[in-house]
């Protein structure tokens, strides 16, 4: 906000004008790994008496079960299974029930607790969990890429670190909640707990700055959640 100041000099018929800046800095923003152990520690998501709860889109079955029947039938239609990369697993209430469909499954995310969690909890020869930051560490190998509900809590250059990664994938399959209707894609966060639904906007990676390049897109489900609260959208990528 500009403020001016008008002072006149006694005796002197001149008035000088002074123009300061009163904008409040701006919040510096936690490092994303800090966010996401908060949002565990403090139960941001919720809480169901467990020792980590992803919240109510891991869990709800309107999201859940759709959503597990889809990818079980692309993970299916391969005559030899893939490995898949789970990249945010969160408290691995969904890809539990995936696991047995892949060749490896290898589930990633930031907060080291959880991680150490999930390792102890889901056991299958299959089954690997890292903790990585996506955005910072390499991904590991794979086959196809899994990001549900993970890349809307990321700023644009978080987001944009992610997608110079994802091309060394065959597919991606990216799950987002979106604002009902048209709205502005990709306006910029701090990565947290909130999403662009708050500012009516919503991820759009073949957009501006994105434009994530890609040899087809396929939507594969849309859950429509209703009295304006936005749609949960799975899209599938061949890269």
């Known amino acids: 906000m500009n403020i001016t100041y008008h002072f006149k000099c006694k005796n002197l018929k001149i008035e000088a004008c002074f123009m300061t800046n009163l904008s409040k800095p701006k ?20 809480d169901d ?12 079955a309107n999201l859940v079960d759709p959503y597990i029947a889809c990818l079980r039938t692309f993970l299916d239609a391969f005559e ?14 969904i ?12 589930a990633v995310d930031i907060v080291s607790e959880l991680i150490a969690y999930n390792s102890s909890e889901f056991k299958s020869e299959n089954l690997r969990f890292r903790c990585l930051d996506i955005a910072v560490d390499d991904l590991p190998p794979g086959d196809c890429a899994v990001l549900r509900q993970v890349l809307q809590h ?9 997608i110079s990664k994802l091309s060394q994938f065959k597919y991606v399959i990216l799950t987002e909640h979106i604002p009902n209707g048209e709205f502005i894609p990709n306006k910029d966060i701090i990565s947290g707990q909130g999403i ?3 500012k009516q906007s919503g991820l759009s990676l073949l ?10 897109e396929q939507e ?20």
């Open 27 to 46: 919040k510096k923003p936690w490092p994303t790994k800090k966010a996401m152990e908060q949002i565990y520690t403090m139960k941001l998501w919720g």
């Open 207 to 216: 957009q501006a700055p994105f434009l994530f390049q890609v040899k087809k």
């Open 154 to 162: 990321l700023s644009n250059a978080e987001i944009q670190r992610v």
């Open 220 to 239: 594969l489900l849309a859950v429509n959640l209703g009295s304006g609260k936005g749609i949960v959208v799975t899209t599938l990528y061949t890269i």
């Open 80 to 93: 030899e299974p893939i490995v898949l990369c789970d990249l945010g697993c969160g408290d691995f209430n």
């Open 196 to 198: 662009r639904l708050k």
């Open 95 to 106: 890809g539990k029930k995936l696991v047995e469909h892949t060749k490896e499954y290898v």
């Open 49 to 60: 008496g467990t020792a980590f709860y992803s919240g109510d889109g891991s869990h709800h």
